[in-house]
């Protein structure tokens, strides 16, 4: 794997056997990976947090919610609790019909 600065230039022959390995650093390091096939670039592999980052334009009411959730500290409640608030409010809802 050749690399410049985070971006490293594969081949699809790499890409393929060492697909686990470049998923992982994509995800752990925020690398990408750009694949070429006969020497032409044609895909780029990221992760999906540096894809929502650096390439989808975040809309202005996410990032309002997301403002809104942090001030109320609601960006520190676990998957758990999360699922827990979820389940209650199905059985509420249950107990209405």
């Known amino acids: 794997?050749?690399?410049?600065?985070?971006?490293?230039?594969i081949d699809a022959l790499t890409a393929r056997t060492r697909f686990?390995?470049?998923?992982?650093?994509?995800?752990k390091e925020?690398?990408?990976?750009?694949?070429?096939?006969?020497?032409k670039?044609?895909?780029v592999?990221?992760?999906?947090?540096?894809?929502?980052?650096?390439?989808?334009?975040?809309?202005?009411?996410l990032i309002k919610l997301q403002s809104d959730a942090q001030k109320a500290?609601?960006?520190k409640i676990s998957d758990a609790e999360i699922?827990?608030?979820?389940?209650?409010?199905r059985k509420a809802q249950l107990r209405k019909k």
């Not at 686990?20 to 995800?27: H, Q």
């Not at 925020?30 to 006969?38: C, K, L, M, T, Y």
């Not at 990221?46 to 202005?60: A, I, Q, W």
């Open 1 to 9: 794997m050749e690399s410049k600065s985070n971006t490293m230039l």
């Open 20 to 27: 686990g390995e470049i998923m992982e650093k994509a995800e």
């Open 30 to 39: 925020q690398a990408r990976f750009i694949v070429s096939r006969r020497g």
């Open 41 to 43: 670039a044609k895909v």
């Open 45 to 61: 592999i990221m992760s999906v947090e540096e894809y929502l980052r650096s390439v989808v334009k975040t809309p202005d009411v």
């Open 73 to 75: 500290g609601m960006d």
């Open 83 to 89: 699922e827990a608030e979820i389940q209650a409010h």
